[in-house]
């Protein structure tokens, strides 16, 4: 099981370029999740799917836009991006909202 | 009040010593808890979960449950240099719809 996988590692884009980070997670989780991780701030919540077909707003979401593509993937995009878009992006998933959630290594994002 | 507190650290102790990771909760709904070790540059790695009032042991680490008192710890004893990160503590918050909710993370340095 590679649990949950993230594409690229690494980004560094131009302003007011776009891209679109990758998720997928091999354990039959139900709920996915898009967190940005920046000093200082913890762990801010973008967007979140609990199941196949929905997605709801988190506590920071303007300028993202995500797909649940199917139960394994997540995608986060940024159609335009800005230097306050520079962050550590993870990906999580987890059987059901209350439970534990698992992360992926996390993409690094430098936006110039 | 946040929803999950931390004293954001950082903390330091001699290693060899116990050291004591604290979290205070908002949500008296909430019934089951979580520690994340996070080393720089790395992802969250859940360490321990705890649902039951009272102590839970796992090799050196404890995690201990107040629902009275909305209080969860954890315990690292005879601390060692590769304990040294960021401890976060999460719970689900019936107020976000279960979603679970990350504390701002306590960073431990455990010095030789």
């Known amino acids: 099981n590679a649990g949950v996988t993230q594409t690229p590692k690494f980004q560094v884009l131009k302003t007011g370029q776009s891209m679109t980070l990758q998720c997928a997670q091999d354990m039959n989780h139900n709920s996915m999740y898009w967190y940005r991780q920046d000093p200082g701030m913890g762990l801010r919540l973008i967007y979140y799917?609990?199941?196949?077909?929905?997605?709801d707003k988190g506590e920071v979401p303007n300028g993202y836009n995500v797909s649940r593509l199917n139960k394994r993937e997540f995608s986060l995009r940024l159609e335009s991006a800005a230097p306050s878009q520079t962050s550590v992006y993870f990906c999580a998933s987890n059987r059901d909202r209350v439970y534990e959630q698992y992360f992926g290594p996390g993409t690094r994002l430098t936006v110039t | 009040q946040k929803e999950v507190e931390q004293n954001s650290g950082p903390l330091s102790v001699p290693e060899g010593a116990i050291a004591s990771l604290n979290c205070t909760y908002s949500?008296?709904?909430?019934?089951?808890f979580f520690w994340y070790r996070q080393y720089s540059g790395k992802s969250p790695e859940l360490i321990m979960f705890i649902y039951s009032n009272g102590d839970k042991e796992d090799g050196r680490f404890t995690a201990q449950l107040n629902k009275a008192s909305q209080y969860v710890s954890l315990l690292i004893r005879d601390s060692q240099p590769s304990d040294s990160a960021t401890y976060l503590c999460a719970a689900p918050s019936y107020n976000q719809g279960g979603k679970l909710i990350f504390g701002q993370g306590t960073e431990l340095s455990v010095k030789p």
């Open positions: 799917s609990a199941s196949e077909g929905t997605t």
């Open positions: 949500d008296r709904g909430s019934q089951s």
